[in-house]
């Protein structure tokens, strides 16, 4: 089992800056691949962005390209989504996800909700314009 805790959400104007974490903790040496999704009311689930378990390889949803980055500090079992011009429609609940599934094979299968075996709690991200 591995337990997922997200913070540093909060209410920010177009344009700031805000970093996310994702703690985790218990079975933590497998290795997953760590993937942000953000669901915003009365849509579907987003796939934001992951990271290879090494930390060698990204991936980000297309809205989130050059804004968004993603990284992850193996050795405190942290994830991170460092988010740079924010705009109102990046308003959301963002989540952090763990998958012992290959990110080729999640990237080929667009990011399928149902291949992420762990999911934190989410913390709400709210941007005014």
């Known amino acids: 089992q591995v337990q997922l805790v997200e913070s540093g959400g909060g209410l920010v104007q177009a344009g700031d800056s805000l970093r996310l974490s994702c703690a985790a903790s218990?079975?933590?040496?497998?290795?997953?691949?760590m993937a942000w999704f953000r669901q915003a009311p009365g849509k579907e689930r987003e796939f934001v962005a992951a990271?290879?378990?090494?930390?060698?390889?990204?991936y980000y949803g297309e809205p989130m390209m050059g804004r968004f980055t993603i990284s992850r500090d193996s050795a405190v079992n942290m994830v991170y989504l460092q988010m740079n011009s924010l705009k109102a429609e990046d308003t959301a609940v963002y989540y952090c996800?763990?998958?012992?599934?290959?990110?080729?094979?999640?990237?080929?299968?667009?990011?399928?909700?149902?291949?992420?075996?762990?999911w934190g709690q989410g913390t709400q991200v709210t941007v005014s314009s």
């Open positions: 218990g079975r933590t040496t497998s290795p997953y691949v």
């Open positions: 996800a763990a998958s012992p599934q290959y990110a080729g094979q999640l990237a080929g299968r667009n990011w399928a909700l149902r291949l992420f075996t762990y």
């Open positions: 990271i290879t378990p090494g930390g060698g390889t990204t």
